[in-house]
């Protein structure tokens, strides 16, 4: 089992910045990847961003790039979304996820990740 906590959500206003981060613990010595999904109120749940462990490879969606940047700390099982030049609707619950046997292909689907945290609130008011 892996146990995934995410924190650093809160109230920021547009333009601001925030930085989430994500523990994880427990049986992680065969994960391959870490990604950063978001879920706005009456929407699905959407990718964000994703990054291998080994290489440090980093994927995006188009709507974060350049604003969003994923980062890992081997040593800390710990992955990282700084978030700069927010806007409302950037408004959501993020949540990591981590994958086992996820592919460059498939970095970007919710049913490529084995585990989840439990989410934490990023609200940007205009």
């Known amino acids: 089992q892996v146990q995934l906590v995410e924190s650093g959500g809160g109230l920021v206003q547009a333009g601001g910045s925030l930085r989430l981060s994500c523990a994880a613990s427990g049986r992680t010595f065969n994960s391959y990847a870490m990604g950063w999904f978001r879920q706005a109120p009456g929407k699905e749940r959407e990718f964000v961003a994703a990054?291998?462990?080994?290489?440090?490879?980093?994927y995006y969606a188009d709507s974060v790039k350049g604003r969003f940047t994923i980062s890992r700390d081997n040593a800390k099982n710990t992955v990282y979304l700084q978030m700069n030049s927010l806007k409302p609707e950037d408004t959501a619950v993020y949540y990591c996820?981590?994958?086992?046997?996820?592919?460059?292909?498939?970095?970007?689907?919710?049913?490529?990740?084995?585990?989840w945290g439990q989410g934490t609130q990023v609200t940007v008011s205009s």
């Open positions: 996820g981590e994958g086992r046997s996820i592919t460059i292909a498939t970095m970007g689907e919710i049913s490529q990740y084995d585990y």
């Open positions: 990054i291998t462990w080994s290489r440090g490879s980093t």
